[in-house]
């Protein structure tokens, strides 16, 4: 399998539940990248890892948590989520800084409830 | 406060005539730009960019346009084809880091 790939691609949750949404990459890119898209807002970066170390993190509240245990897999842990919080989360990777662009994911559709 | 801004949100051309996406930016420090596209159900896929040292780059039938100083760029596909329609992002970075700055997109329709 290659490029970017995102599990799952639909989610709903509780405002009290634990979830994951996981990435991964399989293009040798040694940066990954969460972004979230609400409705009618431009694409919002979240978290950056480089090399397995978060690099940017963009006053992301602490519901959400990162993890990056190597430099092919990310994952968003999510916890006690806000209805607002429902959104498109997209994975990228890039090689180094975005000089050729990021590949996106396709993305996680989140809706809390 | 967005700093990168495309202030048509929808565009419809006739297929064979040219397309022009227009984008904004209020922060001078930018140095790298780039256009992406997305389908529906899809994640955003890289165009075309543009560095801050050139004013023109062109790939096949997409050309990016970079003023620098009305901080304006703009992309041109010719001839525009019905699987262009999609939606556009203009996006941004300062020092070609890591962090993208992205403007809320352009639906194009690209009509037969």
């Known amino acids: 399998e290659t490029g970017v790939t995102q599990t799952p691609r639909h989610l709903v949750m509780g405002m009290t539940n634990k979830k994951s949404l996981k990435c991964e990459q399989h293009?040798?890119?040694?940066?990954m990248y969460w972004y979230k898209q609400s409705a009618k807002k431009p694409l919002e970066l979240m978290f950056v890892?480089?090399?397995?170390?978060?690099?940017e993190n963009n006053s992301v509240p602490s519901r959400f948590s990162p993890e990056c245990p190597n430099s092919s897999h990310l994952f968003l842990h999510l916890h006690t989520l806000q209805p607002e919080d429902s959104a498109l989360y997209l994975c990228a990777s890039s090689q180094d800084r975005i000089n050729y662009g990021y590949t996106f994911g396709s993305g996680t559709r989140l809706t809390v409830v | 406060d967005q700093q990168v801004k495309q202030n048509s949100p929808s565009l419809s051309v006739q297929e064979g005539r040219i397309s022009i996406l227009n984008c904004d930016y209020t922060n001078s420090m930018f140095d790298y730009f780039l256009w992406y596209k997305k389908y529906p159900a899809e994640g955003p896929t890289f165009l075309i960019s543009?560095?801050?040292?050139?004013d023109k780059n062109e790939d096949g039938r997409f050309t990016v346009f970079l003023n620098k100083s009305a901080k304006h760029l703009s992309l041109h596909i010719v001839p525009s084809q019905p699987g262009d329609s999609a939606v556009y992002f203009c996006a941004a970075s300062v020092n070609s880091g890591y962090a993208l700055n992205f403007g809320k997109g352009t639906s194009l329709l690209v009509t037969p």
């Open positions: 890892y480089s090399l397995e170390e978060r690099v």
């Open positions: 293009l040798g890119h040694n940066a």
């Open positions: 543009i560095s801050s040292i050139k």
